[in-house]
């Protein structure tokens, strides 16, 4: 089935810029979805279909989709930040969601 | 406001059963695919199973295929996942999530439930 391979770390400076990054096929042909989960918390939809951001989420919050990567970059980076990130896609040839193994963000 | 309100999680022994109930409320309940994702204690996530709106179609994860069983009630608002034959490494906390649209399989999750904790263990 299709796999997505993210970075298990990034280490950003507050007001700096992150990119979190996620691996896979082809996936400038996929929709790629992006999820924040903090510690203790259910995830939240951050980025969806590549670049979109669901309202109440900071314009700070910015995805793109090419080749064979995706991204996800964070700009101004704040401490609240901190937390584990996750891409997503539909494997149409298995008819199953994957997640990428996830990218724990540390704000320095 | 949309919730999902997870509940039926415990302690099971291996090969035991359980079901897992989501109570949803704020949203016209019965034109929205759902899921099951879970995350094993210090893990990332893991969709279990999926459901569209009118419960035609369903799919699972390998690793749970032909072990579980997820349904819905339309007119009670409710998600279920029949767990069977469970096994240690099903040991995790169960999240149901709405799909942002009914009408393809591609959108995203867009609300997440607080999640409930199945413990497998003799």
């Known amino acids: 089935s299709y796999v997505l391979t993210q970075p298990p770390s990034v280490s950003v400076a507050p007001g700096k810029t992150a990119r979190i990054t996620c691996g896979g096929n082809?996936?400038?042909?996929?929709?790629v979805h992006w999820y924040q989960q903090k510690p203790g918390q259910a995830p939240v939809l951050v980025i969806y279909?590549?670049?979109d951001r669901p309202s109440g989420i900071p314009e700070r919050f910015s995805g793109s989709n090419s080749g064979n990567t995706a991204t996800l970059t964070i700009s101004r980076v704040e401490a609240g930040d901190e937390a584990d990130y996750y891409c997503q896609v539909w494997d149409s040839s298995s008819d199953h969601r994957v997640f990428g193994g996830g990218t724990k963000l540390t704000v320095l | 406001e949309v919730q999902l309100v997870e509940s039926g999680g415990g302690v099971v022994q291996p090969g035991g059963s359980l079901r897992l109930s989501c109570a949803a409320s704020?949203?016209?309940?019965?034109?929205?695919?759902l899921n099951w994702v879970r995350q094993a204690p210090g893990k990332g996530l893991e969709w279990v199973s999926y459901?569209?709106?009118?419960?035609?179609?369903?799919h699972y994860a390998d690793s749970v295929k032909g072990r579980f069983t997820i349904s819905r009630d339309n007119a009670k608002n409710s998600l279920y996942l029949q767990m069977n034959s469970l096994r240690d490494e099903d040991t995790a906390v169960y999240y149901c999530?709405?799909?942002?649209?009914?009408?393809?399989?591609?959108?995203?999750?867009?609300?997440w439930g607080q999640g409930t904790l199945v413990t497998v263990s003799s």
């Open positions: 704020g949203f016209p309940f019965s034109s929205y695919s």
């Open positions: 459901i569209g709106y009118s419960s035609r179609a369903v």
């Open positions: 999530a709405r799909d942002r649209s009914g009408a393809t399989v591609v959108t995203p999750m867009d609300y």
């Open positions: 279909f590549d670049s």
């Open positions: 082809k996936i400038g042909s996929e929709n």
